[in-house]
Nanobody, 123 residues
Framework: QVQLVESGGGLVQAGGSLRLSCAAS????????MGWFRQAPGKEREFVAA????????YYADSVKGRFTISRDNAKNTVYLQMNSLKPEDTAVYYC????????????????WGQGTQVTVSS
């Protein structure tokens, strides 16, 4: 079992930055690839970014490529999402998730989920 708790969300103006954190507890954090997803009101949950077990490989949705950076610190059992140049369309609840499948992009490939953190970008 892995428990995930996100933090760092909030209200920011367009063009600003936020850094989300996801703290994991439980067994073998470094055995899991990690991902970030988001869900805007009235929309389906969508993939944002993923990082491999070691942190050596990453993958991004086209909509955030070049603006968001995913990273992890296995010693701290934490994964991060640095979000720069934020846009109003980035407004959503952001979720972190853990998967045994490397660089997974599909929701069904993730085994554990956090409760989410709200990010609101004002124009």
């Amino acid at each position: 079992q892995v428990q995930l708790v996100e933090s760092g969300g909030g209200l920011v103006q367009a063009g600003g930055s936020l850094r989300l954190s996801c703290a994991a507890s439980g067994r073998s954090f470094s055995s899991y690839a990690m991902g970030w997803f988001r869900q805007a009101p009235g929309k389906e949950r969508e993939f944002v970014a993923a990082i491999s077990w070691s942190g050596g490989n990453t993958y991004y949705a086209d909509s955030v490529k070049g603006r968001f950076t995913i990273s992890r610190d296995n010693a701290k059992n934490t994964v991060y999402l640095q979000m720069n140049s934020l846009k109003p369309e980035d407004t959503a609840v952001y979720y972190c998730a853990a998967s045994i499948r490397d660089l997974a992009t599909r929701i069904r490939w993730y085994d554990y989920w956090g409760q989410g953190t709200q990010v609101t970008v004002s124009s």
